[in-house]
Each structure stands twice: as structure tokens, then as C-alpha cells.
């Protein structure tokens, strides 16, 4: 099988796994593209991870070449046009992984959100080591919004419970054990909305001005989902003026192409990203919630079994 978009941490582990699973890999640190279609030939899958959209030009460049099943690295698929690929023969499959990695994650931004953690530690590297202006606050005391309830939402909220806070819950298909309440309300209540909901055409601006608007006076919003559940230019004046109390991001609108890259000596280009990260009320981390060991070892392991069971049958 053919293995795009592969890190050098990745591929060390698909090249133990693929042997253990009797699979030859070929392994690429380039995203797919129709540029190295030729790297496919003679398989019929392979792996992509989820750092570069998919065109469908490629996904028909693929399909000519004999690609019929694409395991992408990633639970969403937003970085591919599902329903397109189907029409040209071609199955996807994603991958789970160690939710406990976001779940972590989302705690720990959620805490530094209350903490005031970026002026805190900004502040104590110029070795200014006064007490913040501003006092934090204990999840104890808050009520907490959870919106998406699957395997990471539910790993959240199984946290929260520790923290004694209120925890409330959204989701169309409601399947975990938790206090649901209409999204309307969620958002009155709520001193914390966390994202956890999958990037669908009705999920894609979740949260507009009239949401933002809708909560309460200094609430926080952490999104460890992905960027566009969440419209950034509501956000940024919401944050400006106070109306929010700040904001907790490991995933943003545009980030493709910005994240994962080196920009110490480039130019970025996103307006929204650089105003973001001047305030000092936003926490900005570059989609890496999900990177674990164990979680990276879960994506290369669940996507070579994917693939095998592909090629068995097993799998549409």
C-alpha cells in the first residue's frame, strides 16, 4: 500500500507495523497529488493523513490508477469530498484513535483559559513574576457546555466530572449518559462551550455572531474540533470587546498550509490568525490536540488493518 503525507515519526512506525501485518509500504513524506500519482500503481489502497485537502482532480487521477479505497489518518473527512470520490469508485475509511489524547488536551487548555496561563507565562519569560491583574476562575464554580457527544465528547465530559463542575450536553444523535438541552440553551448557560462535533455542511459555522451573541457576558470557548465549526470573524470582535471572556483555539479557519510549517522566517498570510494571537485572551496551539504516542500509534496501526481488510472484503 501506498502511505502519503507521512511524517518521519509515522513512518518509523508503519514500517514495524507493516512488517508485523505482512504488508509492503510505500512511504512518502508528500502529500497525494496528482504530481505522484505514479507512487499508487499496482495498489488498490492507500493511506492519507489530514494536514492537505484532497482536490478531486486527484481523487480521479487516483481512480484511473487503480485506487479503490483511501484510509485517511484522521477521524473527520473534511479534508475529502466524500461523496465525489464514491462516484468515482472510490471507498473511505478513517481511523479511530486514543480519544483520551483531545479529551487531555481539552482540559488542559481549558484550565489555562480560566488561568489566565498566556499572560501568565509571557509575563514570568520577561521575568515580570507579579500576580496577573485579573484572577482566574474554578471549574468548579462553572458550568460547562459540551457540544458533540461521540467518543472525545464523552471522554470530556467523563473529566469534568472530577473537576464538580456543571456539565451540560448537545448532539442530534444523543448517546452518552448526560444532561442534554436544546443548542439555545446550552449556549445561556454555559461559561465554557467546548466543540466537539464532526465539520459537516450543517455543523460548518456552528457558532455565528447571532450564537455569540446568545451567550453569556465573558464566557469562554475552547475548539479542539476543527476550525470551521467556529466563524472567526464573529469571534474576533466578541473577543475584542469583552463580550467574550476569551478563547482557547488548537484548530482554525485557513489553518491549512499554516499550520505544521515553519513560519519563523515567512510571512503569514491569515489576518485573522495574527490578530488572534495578539490578544491576550486567546490561546493559539497548531491542531496538535491528537498527537500522542499512543494516538499516533493508533492512526498507522487502524489504518494498515483498514486497508488489509479492504483488500479481504471486509470493508466497503
Known amino acids: 500500500m501506498t502511505i502519503y503525507g507521512c511524517g518521519q515519526d509515522e513512518a518509523t512506525l508503519f514500517r514495524e507495523l507493516a512488517a508485523h501485518f505482512g504488508v509492503q509500504p510505500i512511504i512518502t513524506e508528500a502529500a497525494v497529488s496528482e504530481a505522484n500519482i505514479d507512487l499508487v500503481l499496482g495498489n488498490r489502497c492507500i493511506s492519507i493523513g489530514h494536514k492537505t485537502r484532497v482536490s478531486n482532480p486527484t481523487l480521479l487521477a487516483l481512480s484511473r490508477a487503480g485506487v479503490q479505497y483511501i484510509s485517511t489518518r484522521s477521524i473527520g473527512y473534511d479534508h475529502i469530498d466524500v461523496e465525489y470520490a464514491g462516484s468515482v469508485g472510490i471507498s473511505i475509511g478513517n481511523v479511530t484513535y486514543s480519544s483520551d489524547s483531545v479529551a487531555d ?50 471522554a470530556v465530559m467523563e473529566r469534568l466530572q472530577g473537576f464538580g463542575c456543571r456539565v451540560l450536553a448537545y448532539d442530534l444523535h444523543p448517546t452518552a449518559s448526560a444532561s442534554y438541552v436544546p443548542f439555545d440553551e446550552l449556549l445561556r448557560k454555559s461559561d465554557i462551550v467546548t466543540l466537539h462535533t464532526p465539520l459537516t455542511a450543517d455543523t460548518h459555522h456552528l457558532l455565528t455572531h447571532q450564537h455569540i451573541a446568545q451567550m ?45 510549517a515553519d513560519y519563523r522566517n515567512k510571512t503569514v498570510a491569515s489576518k485573522a490568525l495574527l490578530r488572534l494571537q495578539q490578544l491576550p485572551n486567546v490561546l ?33
Do not use: Q, W
Not at 513574576?129 to 460547562?144: A, F, H, I, P
Not at 479542539?224 to 465549526?229: D, E, F, I, M, V
Not at 487502524?302 to 470493508?315: H, K, V
Open 105 to 154: 488536551y481539552t482540559l488542559m487548555l481549558m484550565l489555562m483559559a480560566l488561568r489566565h496561563a498566556k499572560s501568565i507565562l509571557r509575563r514570568a519569560d520577561s521575568h515580570d513574576y507579579r500576580l496577573n491583574d485579573t484572577r482566574g476562575k474554578e471549574l468548579r464554580d462553572l458550568t460547562v457546555g459540551v457540544v458533540g457527544t461521540g467518543r472525545i465528547g464523552a
Open 284 to 316: 493559539i496551539t497548531p491542531h496538535t490536540a491528537y498527537y500522542t504516542d499512543r494516538a499516533l500509534s493508533d492512526m498507522v496501526e487502524n489504518s494498515l488493518i483498514n486497508c488489509i481488510s479492504f483488500e479481504r472484503g471486509e470493508a466497503a
Open 216 to 260: 453569556k457576558h465573558g464566557a469562554f470557548i475552547v475548539n479542539t474540533g476543527r476550525g470551521s465549526l467556529l466563524d472567526t470573524d464573529a469571534l474576533i470582535p466578541a473577543l475584542e470587546s469583552g463580550r467574550l471572556g476569551g478563547a482557547a483555539l488548537d484548530v482554525l479557519e485557513g489553518e491549512e498550509g499554516v499550520f505544521y
